[in-house]
């Protein structure tokens, strides 16, 4: 956000009549007489103020506006100036409850709601919404108290709100590159990329090289799986080459459409030199996963664990890189090792019941899949490999009723298993007969 003082409205009060210099009764005398003014010193000490305002020595003015006030606390126009200076000094603490006053005293000054509403949304931006909401009423053909509601309301939570000031914020001033922005962020928020999408562009238009709309467009083109995608991150990278986290996004989408050259050649634009950091080496692990060199892939891994030892993430990976080479005892223990750092990561359990299922030891596989079923509701695919396991293990009944489960729930989308199934069933079916 910038800067307090870049945002704030400048008073554009007139100083009240009040104060104003009274006319002398010689005003009544004949042409040819001398006037003779009376000075107001309360008008001294603002005219005083305001030239050290307009030459940015707030810290002159402050003390002449305080005085001013000591006398005439009620004047609206008086606390903007002295709440305007503090803050321009960098003292919002001291200015808030000088444009509180000031909204008090004349809730029609839509320049201190404004500045209240600013001030507030670092601090308390729900305190800020009420301030925002009256500068929008009295400022309705500007489209920027409608931006500042919009940041308050994102920053309470309320995207839906948010959503909408930003929308009549651009509606009012669709050249605000600031307001495309926020739109589009609130768009992705409510995950609606494509709405997301041509604000960013909007915003992109406005300033080709702004690395948050070229963001924007990135993420707004991967959200919504388009391979234009991979381009977009190409040109916000152009601007950001230090995001190491959209070119690793970059490097995992040319892998995920078959690309692994061009994601080698990516790669290889930002290995930082002999020293390949703990990001690089997950990359380069992913890559080798990705070309299906399972034995480089370990190698590699093994690095990155070496530098980071609670790392579960890389424990889960190089334990499915040993499944994959079917090092079932290897891959056991990187398993295990993973759910020792993250007890409940579903997709270890899963790989671990895959392991153990390969490796034949059915008992823990059944072990295994009870604790994935207490996280999600078993899919036809868990009861096939139970209905397998109770096989293997001679529990003829739970076999049958597995088996039968995953029938009901497959509608034979897998011929194979179906087929299989059933011949187990029938087999199954003749020995509890037998045992009758």
Not at 32 to 47: E, G, S, Y
Not at 180 to 199: F, S
Not at 304 to 332: C, K, M, V, W
Not at 416 to 424: F, I, S
């Amino acid at each position: 956000m910038r800067s307090l003082g870049v945002l704030l409205f400048a008073a554009t009060v007139a100083v009240p009549q009040a104060f104003a210099q009274a006319p002398d009764d010689s005003t009544k005398k004949p042409a040819q007489a001398t006037v003779q003014k009376v000075r107001n010193p309360l008008n001294d000490l603002l005219d005083e103020a305001q030239a050290a305002m307009d030459k940015n020595d707030y810290a002159a003015a402050v003390p002449l506006l305080e005085k001013f006030i000591v006398e005439k606390p009620d004047v609206a126009y008086v606390h903007f100036q002295l709440a305007y200076a503090y803050t321009a000094l960098s003292r919002p603490a001291d200015a808030l409850p000088e444009y509180e006053k000031c909204v008090a005293l004349d809730p029609k000054m839509a320049e201190a709601q404004v500045n209240l509403g600013i001030l507030q949304l670092s601090r308390d931006p729900k305190s800020a919404i009420a301030p925002l909401q009256k500068a929008v009423e009295l400022l309705p053909s500007q489209s920027r108290p409608r931006f500042l509601l919009g940041l308050a309301q994102e920053r309470t939570g309320d995207l839906s709100a948010a959503a909408t000031f930003f929308e009549s914020a651009v509606r009012l001033d669709p050249k605000d590159a600031n307001s495309q922005l926020e739109l589009g962020r609130v768009y992705l928020k409510l995950h609606r990329p494509a709405d997301a999408e041509p604000r960013f562009r909007a915003a992109a238009e406005l300033d080709p090289k702004s690395p948050d709309a070229l963001q924007g467009v990135a993420l707004s083109l991967d959200e919504e799986k388009k391979p234009e995608a991979v381009e977009a991150y190409r040109a916000y990278l152009a601007v950001r080459p230090q995001d190491t986290a959209a070119h690793s996004r970059l490097v995992h989408l040319l892998m995920e459409q078959g690309q692994n050259d061009a994601a080698a050649a990516e790669m290889a634009k930002q290995t930082t030199g002999n020293s390949p950091t703990l990001d690089e080496l997950k990359l380069r692990a992913d890559l080798e996963v990705a070309q299906k060199d399972y034995s480089a892939a370990i190698a590699t891994l093994t690095q990155p664990i070496a530098l980071a030892p609670n790392d579960a993430q890389l424990h889960g990976g190089l334990g499915r890189t040993y499944l994959q080479t079917r090092d079932f005892p290897s891959a056991e223990k990187e398993l295990k090792h993973a759910l020792q750092l993250d007890r409940n990561n579903i997709t270890y359990w899963k790989d671990l019941s895959s392991t153990y299922y390969l490796a034949g030891n059915y008992s823990a596989t059944l072990a295994a899949l009870d604790v994935i079923a207490k996280a999600e509701t078993p899919n036809a695919g868990a009861w096939f490999i139970r209905a397998l396991c109770y096989d293997k293990l001679g529990d003829v009944q739970a076999a049958l009723d597995a088996y039968r489960k995953f029938l009901e729930l497959d509608d034979n989308k897998n011929p194979d298993q179906v087929w299989q199934a059933n011949q187990r069933i029938h087999v199954l079916e003749k020995t509890v007969a037998k045992k009758k």
